[in-house]
Each structure stands twice: as C-alpha cells, then as structure tokens.
C-alpha cells in the first residue's frame, strides 16, 4: 500500500533553513503528482508546493522564492528546501499523493488538498522569532 513518511522539521530561528524528506513507496512514480501541505493551529490546511513526475513545479505566492520542492525517483523521495523561514512558516508538514498534477499555475497545479488520496503523518516546522 501507498507509504509516506516525512522526517526533518525541527526549530530554527526566523532566517533560517530546514530541508524536509518524505520517503515514497506502494505506488508507480510515473504520473505521479507530489505536493507539500502545511497545517498551523486553528487553521486549514493549506498547500505550499508540488510537483509533477516530470519535474514541472509550483507554489504558494507566501513561499515562492524562498522554498524548492524536488524529487529524487532513484531513491523514492520528496524534498522540500525551506530557506529564509518566517514565524509564519510554522506548522506540521505533510506530504501528499495522487495521480496526475493538473495544468496551469498555482493554485491550479495542484488542485484541492481533498483530490490528495495518500498523506504522511507529517513533521513540525517552528520558526521562532
């Protein structure tokens, strides 16, 4: 079945970086759209980042500029560099699967968090101030 496990959040301060990992397996990377969603206390989820099998990515306008979503198939793992963090940034990060990115720009790219089928159980981000 379709496994996905984040590692790498932790506490920085405002500026800094944290690279996030989410290690894939159950499913053919071929079609596959990837994407990162971030959930502070008391609100929505809401998506960051994805990318398509091809290498095709998009995001948030609140992070774009500052965070690069990649992807590595020969290990089966997605990434998520975080540079110049804010105290904004801070939430649990998940990562979420499901077949074909859709066209067009961000928030389009990606489409609704509920057309993601498969999420980990997320790492916590803390920027501090």
């Known amino acids: 079945q379709v496994q996905l496990v984040e590692s790498g959040g932790g506490s920085v301060q405002a500026g800094g970086s944290l690279r996030l990992s989410c290690a894939a397996s159950?499913?053919?990377?071929?079609?596959?759209?990837m994407g990162w969603f971030r959930q502070a206390p008391g609100k929505e989820r809401e998506g960051v980042a994805a990318i398509d099998s091809d290498g095709s990515a998009s995001y948030a306008d609140s992070v774009k500029g500052r965070f690069t979503i990649s992807q590595d198939n020969a290990k089966n793992t997605l990434y998520l560099q975080m540079n110049s963090l804010k105290p904004e940034d801070t939430g649990m990060y998940h990562c979420?699967?499901?077949?074909?990115?859709?066209?067009?720009?961000?928030?389009?790219?990606?489409?609704?968090?509920?057309?993601?089928?498969?999420w980990g159980q997320g790492t916590q981000v803390t920027v501090s101030s």
């Open positions: 159950g499913y053919s990377y071929s079609g596959a759209c």
């Open positions: 979420a699967f499901r077949y074909g990115c859709y066209s067009g720009a961000w928030p389009s790219f990606a489409g609704d968090k509920a057309d993601f089928g498969y």
